[in-house]
């Protein structure tokens, strides 16, 4: 196809101007937001069962990538993604998603919101 994901640039336009773009007014798609997860060296969580040292989150951790495609009147979703995303990267004291009987396994997700 024509738009390929590394081709595409930051959005000079916030999720709101988009949003209040004309029905004939085209863009090139573009990239509005990009969450990328941090790997803190140490973190230490509570879970409701137990609290985890973990001395390295990188080798805990799952990162799973996801990508959402809007188009420009669909501010309400892809601000929504966003929110969920942030939400749960910091779950956990900014470990992630806690999973396993022992919670000591997490998950981040990077978001890409074209």
């Known amino acids: 196809g024509q738009w390929q994901y590394s081709n595409l640039e930051a959005c000079n336009r916030t999720s709101l101007q988009i949003k ?9 798609p573009c ?3 990009h969450v990328e997860p941090t790997l803190d060296a140490t ?3 509570t ?9 390295d989150l990188a080798s805990r951790l ?11 009147g669909c501010s309400d979703w892809r601000d929504g ?3 969920g995303i942030e939400t749960l990267n ?3 004291d900014g470990a992630g998603v806690a999973l396993g009987f022992n919670k000591d396994f997490f998950v981040k997700f990077r978001h890409v919101s074209v």
């Open 20 to 28: 209040q773009l004309e029905i004939h007014e085209n863009i090139d």
């Open 31 to 33: 990239i509005q937001y």
């Open 43 to 45: 973190t230490t969580t």
């Open 47 to 55: 879970t409701t069962t137990t609290t985890v040292m973990i001395d």
């Open 62 to 72: 799952a990162i799973v990538n996801t990508i959402i495609v809007t188009d420009s």
């Open 81 to 83: 993604a966003l929110i």
């Open 90 to 92: 910091a779950d956990n």
